[in-house]
C-alpha cells in the first residue's frame, strides 16, 4: 500500500476509533505538516512507523521486548513540577506506548535527531554513540532528572524566565477571550474531567478546542481555564486511542500511559492521569513540551550532553516498569556501534522514501 492510501486507512480508522468525533481541520493540518520536511513527517506518522519499520530493520523484531514509549522524537521531551513542586525534566508524553523491542526507542529517537539537523550539527556517527552511551548509563544507574540541586545544566536550559511566562499567559488568555466569542462547549466526558482535575472546588471554568502537536492532530483537545486563589489554572484533555503499534502488531486495546508515566524512576507530574479514553495534563509555562521552533532549538537540543540525557532518561522510562536490566544490559553488549548505526540509517531511508512519496502525491 502507498503512503497516501496508507494514510487514508489511518485516518479512517482514527474516525473510527473516535466515533466519528475527529477534527478535520487539525487533520489537514497535519497532512501539510507532513510535507514539510522529513523530521516532521516522521514526527506526524507513528502510525506509518509502526507499519513498516519491522520490514525496514528486520532485525529489531527478536529483541528483548518492554513496554516502550513508542513515538520517541527530539521533541517528546518537556518539563513538569512534581508532588514536591520540584521541575522535572524528561520524556513527557506516552499516546503510542506499547510492548516492543527495545531498541525501537532510541532507534527512532536517533533517526529523529539524524533528520532534524545532521550533518549541521552532528554527524549520524556521532549521534547514534551519544545517545547508546547515556542509554548504557541509565541502565546501570536509572534516575530522575529533577532540576533542583542537580542538573543545573538543564535547568538553564529549559526554565522559563519572566518573558517567557507572561507570552505563555498572553497566549492563553487571547485564546480564552475568543473563546468566550465562539461560545463552544466542551463534551460532557472532557468537562466533567477538566473540572475534576482542578485544585479545588467553585472554580469556573473557560474551555475552548486545542490545537497542538502533530502526530495527534485529528484527536480533539479541550483546554479548561479558571482562576484559583488568584492566579490562573489551566488544563487539558486529549482524546485517546490504541497506540499504533497495537494497531498493527496486536496487544492490549487500552491504554497503557499511566504506567509508564508513574514508573518507578519517574518524578511523575501528579494532574498527569489517563481516565478511559481521555489524558488530561496540567498545562503551565513550567509543565510544558519542549518544540523546535527553529534551527537555533535544534543545535540546542543536538547538544552532545542532552542527547546523552535523553538516553538515559529512556533507560528509566524502560525500567520503570520491570526487571529489564540485566536481559536488555545482557542484549546491548552483543550490539556493536555499527550495527546499530546501520538500524538507524536503515529507518532514515525508509523514513526519506515515505516522505518524498507523500511530497510529491501532494503536489
Same mark, same amino acid.
Given at each position: 500500500?502507498?503512503?497516501?492510501?496508507?494514510?487514508?486507512?489511518?485516518?479512517?480508522?482514527? @474516525? %473510527?476509533?473516535?466515533?466519528?468525533?475527529?477534527?478535520v481541520r487539525d487533520l489537514k493540518l497535519k497532512r501539510a505538516k507532513m510535507g514539510e520536511d522529513a523530521f516532521s513527517f516522521?514526527?506526524?506518522?507513528?502510525?506509518?512507523?509502526? %507499519?513498516?519499520?519491522?520490514?525496514? +530493520?528486520?532485525?529489531?523484531?527478536?529483541?528483548?521486548a518492554v513496554l516502550a514509549v513508542g513515538d520517541t522524537h527530539l521533541e517528546n521531551f518537556g518539563t513538569w513540577t512534581d508532588r514536591e513542586g520540584r521541575i522535572v525534566w524528561g520524556m513527557n508524553d506516552y499516546d503510542e506506548c506499547a510492548a516492543m523491542p527495545y531498541l525501537l526507542d532510541i532507534v527512532r529517537l536517533a533517526a529523529s535527531a539524524a533528520l532534524a539537523g545532521v550533518p549541521r550539527h552532528m554527524s549520524?556517527?556521532?549521534? +547514534?554513540?551519544?545517545? !547508546?552511551?547515556?542509554?548504557?548509563?541509565?541502565?546501570?544507574?536509572?534516575?530522575?532528572? =529533577?532540576?533542583? #540541586?542537580?542538573? !543545573?545544566? $538543564?535547568?538553564?536550559?529549559f526554565v522559563v524566565d519572566e518573558r517567557q511566562r507572561a507570552a505563555f499567559w498572553k497566549k492563553i488568555?487571547?485564546?480564552?477571550?475568543?473563546? @468566550? #466569542?465562539?461560545?463552544?462547549?466542551?463534551?460532557?466526558?472532557?468537562?466533567? !474531567?477538566? %473540572?475534576?482535575?482542578?485544585?479545588?472546588?467553585?472554580?469556573?471554568l473557560a474551555c475552548w478546542p486545542h490545537t497542538a502537536g502533530t502526530g495527534s492532530l485529528g484527536r480533539p483537545r479541550w483546554l479548561g481555564y479558571g482562576v484559583w486563589r488568584s492566579a490562573p489554572v489551566l488544563r487539558e484533555t486529549k482524546a485517546? =486511542?490504541?497506540?499504533?503499534?497495537?494497531?498493527?502488531?496486536?496487544?492490549?486495546? @487500552?491504554?497503557?500511559?499511566? %504506567?509508564?508515566?508513574?514508573?518507578?524512576?519517574?518524578?511523575?507530574?501528579?494532574?498527569?492521569?489517563?481516565?478511559?479514553?481521555?489524558?488530561v495534563r496540567r498545562l503551565s509555562p513550567n509543565s510544558r513540551k519542549i518544540n523546535?521552533?527553529? #534551527?537555533?532549538?535544534?543545535?540546542? $537540543?543536538?547538544?552532545?550532553? $542532552?542527547l546523552r540525557a535523553m538516553g538515559r532518561d529512556l533507560a528509566a522510562v524502560h525500567l520503570g516498569t520491570g526487571n529489564h536490566s540485566d536481559a536488555?544490559?545482557?542484549?546491548?553488549?552483543?550490539?556493536?556501534? #555499527?550495527?546499530?548505526?546501520?538500524? =538507524?540509517?536503515?529507518?532514515?531511508?525508509?523514513?526519506?522514501?515515505?516522505?518524498?512519496?507523500?511530497? @510529491?502525491?501532494?503536489?
Open positions: 500500500m502507498g503512503v497516501v492510501a496508507a494514510n487514508r486507512a489511518y485516518e479512517a480508522w482514527l @474516525k %473510527e476509533q473516535l466515533d466519528g468525533d475527529v477534527v516522521l514526527r506526524a506518522t507513528y502510525w506509518l512507523w509502526a %507499519e513498516t519499520i519491522l520490514d525496514a +530493520c528486520p532485525d529489531l523484531a527478536t529483541l528483548p549520524l556517527k556521532a549521534v +547514534c554513540a551519544t545517545l !547508546l552511551d547515556g542509554y548504557r548509563e541509565g541502565l546501570t544507574k536509572p534516575l530522575a532528572f =529533577v532540576l533542583d #540541586r542537580s542538573h !543545573l545544566w $538543564l535547568r538553564t536550559r488568555e487571547t485564546q480564552r477571550d475568543a473563546a @468566550k #466569542r465562539a461560545a463552544r462547549r466542551p463534551p460532557a466526558a472532557s468537562r466533567a !474531567l477538566l %473540572e475534576k482535575a482542578l485544585p479545588g472546588p467553585g472554580i469556573a485517546l =486511542v490504541p497506540s499504533g503499534w497495537v494497531r498493527v502488531h496486536g496487544g492490549p486495546a @487500552k491504554p497503557r500511559l499511566n %504506567e509508564l508515566a508513574q514508573g518507578r524512576f519517574r518524578a511523575p507530574d501528579p494532574w498527569y492521569s489517563a481516565e478511559g479514553s481521555l489524558l523546535v521552533e527553529s #534551527r537555533r532549538d535544534i543545535a540546542v $537540543l543536538l547538544q552532545p550532553e $542532552l536488555l544490559r545482557a542484549d546491548l553488549d552483543t550490539r556493536e556501534q #555499527r550495527w546499530f548505526r546501520a538500524q =538507524v540509517a536503515a529507518a532514515m531511508d525508509m523514513v526519506h522514501r515515505q516522505y518524498e512519496e507523500w511530497r @510529491k502525491a501532494a503536489k
